[in-house]
């Protein structure tokens, strides 16, 4: 059990990235009726790359949940799930299970392909929480699907002298180590708590691609309020880092930047390649019964 950690190494910030646009979620459904907020979207893959969808779920109310998401395919990206609260049942092609629960992390690489299901293991109370997809570099989207969960005490974490907490899903935030790293795509995700009037600093690289999504109260950047539900999308202003200010009220928000792969994206509902015939080979794949079982 990983327990919360003294900063090493506390981060520095000169200027920070201003806000480039404010983005507010559309609500939709998907699997099996399951309502959530679709936060970045297909057109904002280009500008965000190499993130591609970021979805949030938040409700108490059974009927929005209860269906899940039954057996359904992807290839070629990185489903990231990360639980707030609730209770979800993983089961997928490769042979593997688990349980994601209140604080957790699902880690999964579709790679060449994975069938997989997200189902629900409540009959009442708050189910929330993201899903954050990834996109794999070419030279790796047909390699062997990969998949791991951690409990919500395998998180790095630590606390600010401000009295901010953050939790290092991925990457690396103050010189605390999170929970996945990756090499071409340097993703960083933190779930940042900031007591009212309280302040964070974070490093980003120059050319990283970077947004801040509100999921409790709001938080400024650079003058620009951020309200909550909305993603702020940062711009690559040659600024060192971002700086975020909780205002009267606390505030949680998800901070996510990460290495663009400058390569075409083209994606067909859960398959993402960089070309067509990629994809027509992946819905070939699927309907035939080959994806998801080795090759």
């Known amino acids: 059990m990983k327990t919360t950690q003294t900063i090493p190494h506390p981060e520095q910030v000169a200027r920070s990235r201003a806000v480039e646009q404010l983005v507010l979620g559309k609500a939709t459904s998907d699997g ?23 979805d949030a779920f938040r409700s108490d109310q059974p009927g929005d949940y209860l269906g899940g998401f039954p057996d359904h395919p992807h290839r070629g ?8 609260a609730g209770r979800m049942r993983h089961r997928d092609s490769a042979g593997n299970e688990g349980l994601l629960e209140s604080g957790g992390l699902q880690w999964m690489t579709a790679a060449r392909g994975v069938i997989h299901s997200e189902m629900p293991e409540q009959q009442d109370g708050l189910m929330e929480g993201f899903q954050l997809w990834l996109n794999l570099p070419a030279r790796d989207k047909m390699n062997p699907p990969w998949y791991r969960d951690f409990k919500a005490g395998e998180i790095p974490s630590f606390v600010t002298d401000d009295g901010v907490s953050a939790r290092v899903i991925a990457g690396e935030s103050h010189g605390v180590a999170g929970a996945v790293t990756r090499a071409v795509t340097e993703p960083l995700y933190l779930d940042v708590h900031l007591p009212a009037g309280a302040r964070f600093a974070q490093s980003l690289a120059p050319k990283a691609r970077a947004f801040v999504y509100a999921y409790r109260g709001e938080v400024v950047i650079a003058g620009t309020v951020v309200p909550e539900h909305n993603m702020a999308i940062l711009a690559g202003d040659g600024a060192d880092g971002v700086l975020l200010e909780a205002g009267a009220q606390p505030a949680r928000v998800l901070l996510v930047a990460g290495l663009p792969l400058d390569e075409p994206i083209v994606q067909h509902g859960p398959f993402v390649m960089n070309t067509e015939a990629e994809i027509y080979a992946a819905v070939s794949d699927y309907k035939e019964g080959r994806l998801g079982q080795g090759g």
């Open 32 to 54: 099996a009726g399951v309502k959530l907020t679709r936060v970045l979207t297909q057109p904002l893959q280009r500008r965000l790359d190499p993130f591609l969808m970021l």
């Open 77 to 84: 990206f990185e489903a990231i799930t990360y639980m707030i």
